[in-house]
Nanobody, 124 residues
Framework: QVQLVESGGGLVQTGGSLRLSCAAS????????MGWFRQAPGTERESVAA????????YYADSVKGRFTISRDNAKNTVYLQMNSLKPEDTAIYYC?????????????????WGQGTQVTVSS
């Protein structure tokens, strides 16, 4: 099993920045792609960004391209999401996810490990 714990959420004004962290523990050797998802009230959980095991491949949702950056430190078993130029529509619970599926995957249903989520609120 793999456990994921997010941190770094909070309240920020429009245009501000936050950095989310997600620390993995347990059978971390089995982790391939890691990703960030978010869910606002009344909406489905959506993919925000993903990064391959080596860090050589990344994916971003169109809504965050140019503003968010995903990175990972395999020595620390941690993935990060740097969020800049935040907008009120970025307000959501942000979830870290990991998959033991080989290769680079982005679909929500293909992740088998999830964190408990961290709240990000952007005030206008």
């Amino acid at each position: 099993q793999v456990q994921l714990v997010e941190s770094g959420g909070g309240l920020v004004q429009t245009g501000g920045s936050l950095r989310l962290s997600c620390a993995a523990s347990g059978r971390t050797f089995s982790i391939y792609t890691m990703g960030w998802f978010r869910q606002a009230p009344g909406t489905e959980r959506e993919s925000v960004a993903a990064i391959s095991r080596s860090g050589g491949r990344t994916y971003y949702a169109d809504s965050v391209k140019g503003r968010f950056t995903i990175s990972r430190d395999n020595a620390k078993n941690t993935v990060y999401l740097q969020m800049n130029s935040l907008k009120p529509e970025d307000t959501a619970i942000y979830y870290c996810a990991a998959t033991s599926e080989l290769g680079f995957v982005t679909g929500r249903g293909r992740y088998n490990y999830w964190g408990q989520g961290t709240q990000v609120t952007v005030s206008s």
